[in-house]
């Protein structure tokens, strides 16, 4: 079964631009979530997604924002961004929403200059 | 608010020593406990997981953790490491109202000598 997968695997943007990242879950895995990794804050929840429902939302500003689609694929938004941004983004699949095994993708390396 | 405390940030050790890594979370009510591992350059991976019963759950590559509830405590060992453990470990807390939510501590780095 292939793993989950993150496109593009790096991005380089300039403040004030807006990205959107993407996710590919694990096939029959419904639910992703989304983790922000950086060396100072560590890894911190995003938001929850299930059956294209927004199930759960960390502490983030208004300027992130996510999706799923019908085949489970997420995609994470980010506007107006910051050079506080740049942080290695983590998608994680599970089988079902609420608490499962976690699989995680190898992250999009986001850059903001 | 819930928390996840991992008390060592750097660990090195000699290849065969014994490992502790601590973990103490922040959350009165019903957890889901995770340690997973991330290998130099590559995804984390999940080591163990305890959701209930029997509160020494054995994982892979011979780590074991037990959950003491008692101390809000999941601490990470392994009897004798090998060079290649050398990853960061994150200590992972799910609490039951909290849907997938997965809050981390801020992760060990362990650094094995051949």
């Known amino acids: 079964k292939a793993g989950v997968t993150q496109t593009p695997r790096y991005l380089i943007k300039t403040r004030g631009q807006q990205v959107t990242l993407s996710c590919s879950p694990i096939?029959?895995?419904?639910?992703v979530s989304w983790y922000q990794q950086t060396p100072g804050q560590g890894l911190q929840f995003l938001f929850e997604?299930?059956?294209?429902?927004?199930?759960n939302k960390g502490n983030f500003p208004g300027r992130f924002s996510g999706r799923q689609f019908s085949n489970s694929r997420s995609e994470m938004n980010v506007s107006t961004l910051e050079l506080g941004d740049s942080a290695l983004y983590l998608c994680?699949?599970?089988?079902?929403?609420?608490?499962?095994?976690?699989?995680f993708g190898p992250g999009t390396r986001l850059t903001v200059l | 608010a819930q928390s996840v405390s991992q008390h060592n940030h750097h660990v090195i050790l000699s290849e065969a020593a014994s490992l502790e890594l601590g973990c103490n979370y922040s959350?009165?009510?019903?957890?889901?406990l995770f340690w997973y591992v991330q290998y130099p350059g590559q995804h984390l991976q999940l080591l163990l997981k305890?959701?209930?019963?029997?509160?020494l759950v054995k994982g892979i590559k011979g780590f074991e953790a037990e959950f003491i509830k008692s101390k809000f405590s999941f601490n990470l060992r392994k009897p004798s490491v090998q060079w290649s453990d050398t990853a960061e470990y994150f200590c992972?807390?799910?609490?039951?109202?909290?849907?997938?939510?997965?809050?981390f501590g801020q992760g060990t780095e362990l650094s094995v000598k051949p």
């Open positions: 992972a807390v799910n609490a039951d109202n909290q849907g997938g939510k997965l809050i």
């Open positions: 997604y299930f059956s294209e429902t927004q199930r």
């Open positions: 305890y959701f209930s019963g029997d509160p």
């Open positions: 959350y009165g009510g019903t957890v889901n």
């Open positions: 096939s029959g895995h419904r639910s």
């Open positions: 994680a699949s599970s089988p079902l929403a609420g608490v499962n095994e976690q699989f």
